[in-house]
Nanobody, 119 residues
Framework: DVQLVESGGGSVQTGGSLRVSCEASGNTVGPMCMGWFRQVPGKEREGVAAIDTDGTTTYADSVKGRFTISTDKSKNTLNLQMNGLKPEDTAKYYC??????????????WGQGTQVTVS
């Protein structure tokens, strides 16, 4: 199995920045899309950003121009730099890996999530 462990969440004021990271361990993830989802209570988990095996990045319209996804393959780490944070970005952020980017239903591996709160 693959374990995904997020870190870096926290609280920040509107307009601030945070960086969340996801470290993969265990068996090799293999050729899968790595991405970030977020969820608030009472709503479905939504895709935020993803990076495919060829390096192509995809972003939800709501975060384009503010969030940047990247990988550090030497550390098996997926990062999400979040700038210009807004209160509506408040959510629990989950790292995921699956065959198709940003499609929640087909993700094979999930992290436990890290809370991001913007006030």
């Amino acid at each position: 199995d693959v374990q995904l462990v997020e870190s870096g969440g926290g609280s920040v004021q509107t307009g601030g920045s945070l960086r969340v990271s996801c470290e993969a361990s265990g068996n090799t993830v293999g050729p899968m899309c790595m991405g970030w989802f977020r969820q608030v209570p009472g709503k479905e988990r939504e895709g935020v950003a993803a990076i495919d095996t060829d390096g192509t990045t995809t972003y939800a319209d709501s975060v384009k121009g503010r969030f940047t996804i990247s990988t550090d393959k030497s550390k098996n780490t997926l990062n999400l730099q979040m700038n210009g944070l807004k209160p509506e970005d408040t959510a629990k952020y989950y790292c995921a890996a699956g065959p198709t980017c940003l499609v929640r239903q087909v993700q094979r591996f999930w992290g436990q999530g890290t809370q991001v709160t913007v006030s």
